[in-house]
């Protein structure tokens, strides 16, 4: 999307996230579009296996959606009534509603203050003889520290699965995210890359992604394609109940453009991250997130800053509302879950608190970043925030 002046002397609204759809991407999905068949069948195929060839996974699966896939995954791994699942209060309601949807019941650990990323001794101190998976977020596009992580499930024997909505392109030390283990993607426009909607469960384990694949479609043997272009049985039976999760083609042919542009995405992204960071340093009270000390590489979903009144000299509401007066968005990545009315009267907390998690819920802020911003689109953002909090500009006077 171009971020350019309208043409009157306004400048245009300067969105927090949008896509970035190129003449590659429309000529694609046009393709498509003509070729007489748009729902699942070959390009979903040929996104799973470019998924699979970028991240080293054994198996992929494409989706409507990532909470699709995290549906998908819990029941595969089946996970019901009883059970505890540990999670991030910080994290997209999504997962907590899909556990809880699942008869199970979400336990919330806090996260870091500065990252944001949960660590295997929370999670560790969350275990009891209920608990059956384990959901870190890799937060914005940076991957958790996944040697500390699977060494506790491993040592308890339960199930991790990595939220990876954000982290398409993250690497973890040389690993890319979904190399081992399980992990979901999400294909959101607001993620690195798009299908409109849409999500990826990958896993290493061949039987759970089969699995997923007869249940997101049905609980069907065989898909819609297989039946029409492979001569199968059109009777093809239920193996258990499922669900109407599958990916259309359209879709999926955004997905393929799309993923041959992710580095490319990644590289802008890290360009903006570079110079909020350098600036933000002379802005007390707007304070990104850190970032992890061990060895990966950033994918940079988000850009997150926390607004503190107290040295910012406006709360987050009024940093927020006077950036949009100025024609500039935001967003909040997340209201923490445990704050939601049905959470905050029916959420189960771990011991130890959530009090990380509170504190950045109040403050938390993602300002615009995304591939086709412009340097002077930067500019606009950090000149609208130092306006937004002009006395207390480091060397100022307070
Ligand atoms: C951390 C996290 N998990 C899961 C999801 C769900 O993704 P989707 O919208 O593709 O279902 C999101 C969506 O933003 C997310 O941010």
Redesign the pocket.
């Known amino acids: 999307m171009d971020s350019s002046s309208s043409s009157n002397s306004a400048p245009a609204f300067l969105p927090f996230c949008s896509p970035s759809i190129d003449d590659s991407d429309i000529a694609a999905v046009v393709e498509t579009l003509r070729s007489g068949w748009i729902t699942t069948g070959p390009r979903c195929g040929e996104l799973e296996q470019a998924i699979c060839d970028r991240t080293g996974a054994g198996s992929a699966v494409v989706v409507s959606?990532?909470?699709?896939a995290?549906h998908l995954v819990l029941t595969a791994l089946g996970i019901g009534p009883g059970d505890e699942v540990i999670t991030p209060s910080m994290?997209?309601v999504?997962?907590p509603n899909m556990i809880h949807l699942m008869g199970a019941t979400p336990v919330f650990v806090d996260v870091d203050r500065d990252t944001l990323l949960v660590s295997a001794e929370s999670i560790e101190a969350a275990i009891t003889a209920r608990t059956k998976a384990i959901i870190p977020?890799h937060?914005a596009g940076v991957p958790c520290d996944l040697d500390s992580l699977r060494a506790v499930a491993k040592k308890h024997g339960i199930p991790l699965i990595e939220?990876a909505?954000?982290a398409i392109g993250t690497r973890y030390r040389s690993m890319e995210i979904g190399q081992s283990g399980h992990a979901?993607f999400?294909?959101?426009p607001?993620?690195n890359i798009t299908t409109g909607?849409?999500?990826i469960l990958v896993s290493d384990d061949p039987s759970l992604a089969d699995e997923a694949r007869r249940l997101r479609f049905h609980g069907l043997a065989a898909e819609a394609w297989d039946r029409d272009q492979q001569g199968r049985s059109p009777q093809v039976e239920v193996q258990s109940p499922g669900y109407k999760y599958n990916l259309p083609d359209m879709n999926a042919t955004l997905g393929l453009t799309q993923l041959k542009r992710l580095d490319e995405f990644i590289e802008r992204r890290t360009a903006i991250a570079k110079r909020y960071l350098e600036e933000l340093a002379d802005v007390p009270g707007v304070e990104p997130l850190a970032i992890p000390e061990w060895d990966h590489l950033h994918a940079w979903h988000l850009f997150v800053v926390r607004v503190d009144e107290a040295e910012a000299g406006v709360c987050r509401e009024r940093f927020m509302s006077s950036l949009k007066e100025m024609g500039i968005g935001t967003g909040i990545?997340?209201r923490a879950t445990h704050t939601h009315r049905w959470y905050r009267e029916n959420g189960v907390v771990a011991p130890g608190g959530l009090e990380n998690s509170t504190w950045n819920s109040e403050r938390i802020c993602s300002i615009p970043f995304f591939p086709n911003m412009t340097d002077s689109d930067v500019d606009r953002v950090l000149e609208g925030i130092r306006s937004t909090c002009p006395a207390m500009t480091k060397g100022g006077s307070t």
């Open positions: 959606s990532a909470t699709a995290m994290t997209w999504s997962t977020v937060y939220d909505a954000h979901i999400s294909l959101h607001i993620k909607e849409g999500g990545h997340f």
